[in-house]
T-cell receptor
Framework: DTAVSQTPKYLVTQMGNDKSIKCEQNLGHDTMYWYKQDSKKFLKIMFS???????INETVPNRFSPKSPDKAHLNLHINSLELGDSAVYFC????????????FGSGTRLTVV | GQNIDQPTEMTATEGAIVQINCTYQ??????LFWYQQHAGEAPTFLSYNVLDGLEEKGRFSSFLSRSKGYSYLLLKELQMKDSASYLC???????????FGKGTTLSVSS
């Protein structure tokens, strides 16, 4: 029933590892996003895909690679994890890319030790 | 680019009224959004203003002045459950994503 689901909810890993976070939405939306929320609660856009096509790629290290196999899925792969990558990562979706009607996933809390 | 400012923290007591201000600078304005985020949870949509004026929705109201680049969220009859972060957001220049302010953490005490 969950509209936007992310897995895993918690992820603890060592520096240098590679990890993936998965996101799926069942709302029929055509746009999906990844946001990073740091310890100061600042929610910052990382990537946006519209119908599997990348439309936003903010200044993010290329260790972060999004992949959208279809418009219902947007995964985030992170290589060579660093301490500064520790944050909560939120997936969101919307119908259209205008920002209206965002639905967020419950977030993935990534801790790099 | 976009720049959004809102106070970092506010405190209030149950039953009171609180106003959370947001000032913004953006090109290509497509509306201003308010989201609520409880600790450890995802942000949830509260309100959307695209025209000047006040939008009322129950205990929450949101105001917009496009000429001043200013909005506020008004919360009435505060309840303990209103303790949360309140995020102001506008669309980016291309209109392809929301850009969020740093959020205002509201603490409601009895």
């Amino acid at each position: 029933d969950t509209a936007v689901s992310q897995t895993p909810k918690y992820l603890v890993t060592q520096m240098g590892n590679d990890k993936s976070i998965k996101c799926e939405q069942n709302l029929g939306h055509d746009t999906m996003y990844w946001y990073k929320q740091d310890s100061k609660k600042f929610l910052k856009i990382m990537f946006s895909y519209n119908n599997k096509e990348l439309i936003i790629n903010e200044t993010v290290p290329n260790r972060f690679s999004p992949k959208s196999p279809d418009k219902a899925h947007l995964n985030l792969h992170i290589n060579s994890l660093e301490l500064g990558d520790s944050a909560v990562y939120f997936c969101a979706s919307s119908q259209g890319a205008g920002g209206f009607g965002y639905t967020f996933g419950s977030g993935t809390r990534l801790t790099v030790v | 680019g976009q720049n959004i400012d809102q106070p970092t923290e506010m405190t209030a007591t149950e039953g009171a009224i609180v106003q959370i201000n947001c000032t913004y600078q953006t090109s290509g304005f497509n509306g201003l959004f308010w989201y609520q985020q409880h600790a450890g949870e995802a942000p949830t949509f509260l309100s959307y203003n695209v025209l000047d004026g006040l939008e009322e929705k129950g205990r929450f109201s949101s105001f917009l002045s496009r000429s001043k680049g200013y909005s506020y969220l008004l919360l009435k009859e505060l309840q303990m459950k209103d303790s949360a972060s309140y995020l102001c957001a506008v669309s980016n220049q291309a209109g392809t994503a929301l850009i969020f302010g740093k959020g205002t953490t509201l603490s409601v005490s009895s």
